[in-house]
Nanobody, 124 residues
Framework: QVQLVESGGGLVQAGGSLRLSCASS????????MGWFRQAPGKEREFVAG????????DYADSVKGRFAIARDNAKNTVYLQMNSLKSEDTAAYYC?????????????????WGQGTQVTVSS
């Protein structure tokens, strides 16, 4: 069982920045594709960003492209989400997820492990 723990959420003004972290208990973190998802109240959980096992490939939702950046440090068993130019519509609970395999998937059903989430609130 892989445990994922997110941190770094909080309240920020529109236009500001936050960096989320997700620490993994996986003994071999580098075998997992990692993703960040978010869920706003009353909405479905949606893909935000994903990163391949080595970090060489990334994928972003159109709504965050150019503002958010995903990165990973396999030596620290951690994946990050740098969020810049935040907007009120970015307000949501943010979750990291891990999946076995080589493809960066956008489908939540493709991920095997999930964290508990961290809340991001952007005030306008």
């Amino acid at each position: 069982q892989v445990q994922l723990v997110e941190s770094g959420g909080g309240l920020v003004q529109a236009g500001g920045s936050l960096r989320l972290s997700c620490a993994s208990s996986a003994s071999i973190f580098g075998i997992y594709v990692m993703g960040w998802f978010r869920q706003a109240p009353g909405k479905e959980r949606e893909f935000v960003a994903g990163i391949s096992q080595s970090g060489g490939l990334t994928d972003y939702a159109d709504s965050v492209k150019g503002r958010f950046a995903i990165a990973r440090d396999n030596a620290k068993n951690t994946v990050y989400l740098q969020m810049n130019s935040l907007k009120s519509e970015d307000t949501a609970a943010y979750y990291c997820a891990a999946r076995m395999g080589t493809i960066v998937e956008r489908n939540t059903a493709k991920y095997d492990y999930w964290g508990q989430g961290t809340q991001v609130t952007v005030s306008s």
